[in-house]
């Protein structure tokens, strides 16, 4: 094959070609956009997340079901049983929200980020309810007398709740992460903040539930 360079008209289809190789991708659009790298980072950590939650559900789970009903000792389980009742379902909850909200961020799928994010925010401020009312019940005169009645069940509340204490800025750590890979990242790249009422209502979201638990409670 041999091309003829004094033809104007292979000259512009090679400049046309060449024209189109140099010219770059156009820029990503939209709100939930992660790199390409991010994207498993965004799937370990849900998935990370989703194991740690599912494990305490069934702990936290075994426990409730095996502590004393308020038939004893005029209800000094109800407490206890209040507290580690919750924290199980909340478990459950999280540990599927966690798995939507990593699968919106890395498929950039708006909506489904969007929808999951919050609904796991709710489950999160559930969560860290949780974390303040379950060693309040155990460690209270009831939780004390509670778990006298079966001492097994208490000392595996005391090293299940343990357990749960050490890992709970892990498991915030991991939101965060995927919330900083699928949006955040870039609007800092970008120096585009979210607005200050997106910000403002994320944080009345986040502590409604965990008032309203703490009014019941307390």
């Known amino acids: 094959l041999v091309l003829d360079l004094t033809d104007n008209s ?3 289809t090679m400049d046309a070609t060449l024209a189109t190789e140099k010219t770059p991708a156009p820029a990503a659009s939209g709100i939930i956009i992660p790199l390409d790298a991010d994207k498993p980072k965004i799937a370990f950590h ?7 939650n599912f494990g305490f559900f069934i702990m936290y789970w075994d426990i409730w079901g095996a502590t004393p009903s308020s038939a004893y000792q005029d209800g000094v389980c109800d407490e206890t049983r209040y507290a580690t009742g919750m ?7 999280v540990a599927f929200l966690c798995v939507g909200m990593g699968l919106g961020g890395a498929t950039s799928d708006y909506y489904t980020f969007l929808v999951m994010w919050y609904l ?8 860290t309810a ?13 939780g004390e007398d509670c778990a006298k009645l079966s001492p097994v069940n208490g000392d595996r509340l005391d090293a299940v709740y343990t357990l749960h204490a050490i890992l709970y800025l892990f498991y ?4 965060l992460s995927i919330t900083y890979f699928a ?4 609007k800092i790249a970008e120096r585009k903040l979210p607005l200050i009422w997106v910000i403002a209502v994320t944080g009345i979201i986040f502590i409604i539930p965990q008032a309203i638990v703490y009014s019941v409670v307390f």
């Open 10 to 12: 292979t000259l512009s």
């Open 172 to 175: 915030v750590g991991g939101m």
């Open 46 to 52: 849900a998935a990370m997340m989703a194991i740690q």
């Open 120 to 127: 796991h925010l709710v489950g999160g401020s559930m969560y």
């Open 183 to 186: 949006f955040l990242k870039r």
């Open 130 to 142: 949780c974390t303040v009312i379950v060693p309040a019940a155990r460690y209270s005169k009831d």
């Open 87 to 93: 924290m199980a379902l909340t478990c459950f909850c």
